[in-house]
């Protein structure tokens, strides 16, 4: 079982949609997570931490649920400009490297 | 420019040859990363350096990979007699003290064997 799971996509939504994305992973000790972006043929780019609160950032939210060892995005009013491939991250107890999935890819069309 | 920059870009080489990487990171970083991508996965850990310190190595890592950060800066990643396997988006990242956990990436050298 890979430690970070998430389903490849890709997902197709027009714009102004609302997606969600969700990420399961492996070890419960699990302490930090994050979600990236990745742009096609770019480096990674920190898009948001994920609290056990839940957080948002404009459009953006995301959760984390511990008990069941999930964290999720939520994308409102979808924009071209979204389209990207979202990486969920985790990171371990006493460890500094962090785990990527291998991503969801997001389409929005016109 | 203050972000991390990977030289070179790009890197052609034949199988059995040995191929070296450098990463610049951004110059108030003491964390610096080492990972590898390929097509459709998402990025691979490879090594981790505290300044000059490496303080974690992946298991999968092949004794055929080896990192340097000798004065706690820049960090070459020398991968020697490479395998087709071996192709993939090489990237660097570095974080600080005050970035907590946030990762900033160099562009990556993607390297292609023959």
């Known amino acids: 079982r890979k430690e970070v799971e998430q389903d490849p996509g890709p997902f197709n939504v027009p714009e102004g949609a609302t997606v969600a994305f969700n990420c399961t992973y492996s070890?419960?000790?699990?302490?930090?997570f994050f979600w990236y972006r990745q742009d096609c043929r770019k480096e990674p780019k920190l898009l948001m931490s994920?609290?056990?609160s839940g957080n948002e950032d404009g459009r953006f939210t995301a959760q984390l649920n511990r008990a069941s060892q999930y964290i999720s995005l939520l994308i409102r009013d979808s924009k071209l400009s979204d389209s990207a491939t979202y990486l969920c991250?985790?990171?371990?107890?006493?460890?500094?490297?962090?785990?990527f999935g291998s991503g969801t890819r997001l389409q929005v069309q016109p | 420019d203050t972000g991390v920059s990977q030289d070179p870009r790009h890197k052609i080489t034949k199988r059995g040859q040995n191929v070296t990487f450098r990463c610049d990171p951004i110059?108030?970083?003491?964390?610096l990363y080492w990972y590898r991508q390929t097509l459709g996965q998402g990025p691979e850990f490879l090594t981790y350096?505290?300044?000059?310190?490496?303080?974690?190595k992946s298991r999968l890592l092949s004794d055929r990979f080896s990192a340097e950060r000798p004065k706690g800066s820049f960090s070459t990643l020398e991968i020697q007699r490479t395998e087709q396997g071996d192709s993939a988006m090489y990237l660097c990242?570095?974080?600080?003290?005050?970035?907590?956990?946030?990762?900033?990436f160099g562009s990556g050298t993607q390297l292609s064997v023959l």
């Open positions: 350096f505290q300044n000059e310190a490496q303080l974690e």
């Open positions: 994920v609290y056990s």
């Open positions: 110059s108030e970083h003491n964390r």
């Open positions: 070890n419960s000790a699990s302490q930090s």
């Open positions: 990242a570095s974080s600080g003290r005050t970035t907590n956990e946030k990762l900033f």
């Open positions: 991250v985790v990171t371990d107890t006493g460890r500094r490297a962090l785990t």
